[in-house]
């Protein structure tokens, strides 16, 4: 039996959400998934900069910005009108996903930025942790703060993915923490505050339109 199609589907969520943010109409989105977050706010977002953008150019010069082709796409994405954006799609999809998709760089900053903190409560939290209660500590909280459900298994699994991959981009985010931190020792709760409350500005999405 098909599917039937109602208020909590995926795509009328976000384009409910896409079309009263680009209205800047008021609405409380703290409930909402962070997946229909993810779109419709992005896809917001790059709707009010192309029509801002329109506003800042003038005609004599419009060809040469791509904003009628920036303009173009974005409809077809929301509208599904006909455009060679479902054929890059649909022939990425096969030739760029043969496997489990790979994190996007954004992801993979996110990723570090929690590694970073659980290496950081590993090494330098006094008394440190151990990987696992540390995994566990930042997906206690990391929920609450970054607006994203984690789990410790999934925290000690990218870890392991940076470690594999020679990565030193956690490192760096545990470097960073400790610079903030101040003199040591470092208490965990210290840690935490400072590691969560700056990876909050890549984690984070808009818990309302205002």
């Known amino acids: 039996m098909k599917k039937r199609r109602g208020a909590d589907d995926f795509v009328s969520r976000v384009d409910s959400l896409y079309a009263r943010a680009v209205a800047g109409k008021s ?4 409930g909402e ?3 229909v977050k993810e779109v419709a706010f992005a896809l917001a ?3 009010l900069l192309v029509n801002r953008a ?3 150019v003038t005609l004599s010069k419009l060809p040469a910005t791509a904003l009628i082709a920036a303009a173009d796409l974005l409809d077809a994405l929301m509208r599904g009108t006909n455009h060679p954006i479902w054929t890059y799609i649909n022939e990425g999809r096969s030739r760029k996903r043969t496997n489990r998709a790979s994190a996007s760089s954004i992801d993979n900053m996110r990723r570090a930025w929690v590694v970073g903190i659980l290496r950081a409560l590993q090494n330098d939290a006094s008394p440190p942790l151990s990987r696992r209660s540390a995994a566990k500590r930042i997906a206690d909280h990391g929920g609450a703060v970054l607006g994203a459900e984690m789990t410790a298994d999934q ?3 990218w870890n392991k993915t940076f470690s594999e991959q020679n990565d030193l981009l956690p490192d760096a985010v545990r470097k960073d923490i400790s610079t903030h931190a101040g003199s040591e020792p ?3 709760d210290t840690i935490l505050k400072i590691g ?3 990876a909050y500005f890549i984690w984070a999405l808009p818990g309302s339109v205002s």
């Open 45 to 47: 977002a790059l709707r």
């Open 54 to 56: 329109f506003s800042e």
């Open 196 to 198: 969560l409350g700056r």
């Open 33 to 35: 998934k962070r997946e």
């Open 27 to 30: 609405t409380d989105a703290k």
């Open 155 to 157: 925290i000690i699994g």
């Open 186 to 188: 470092y208490s965990e």
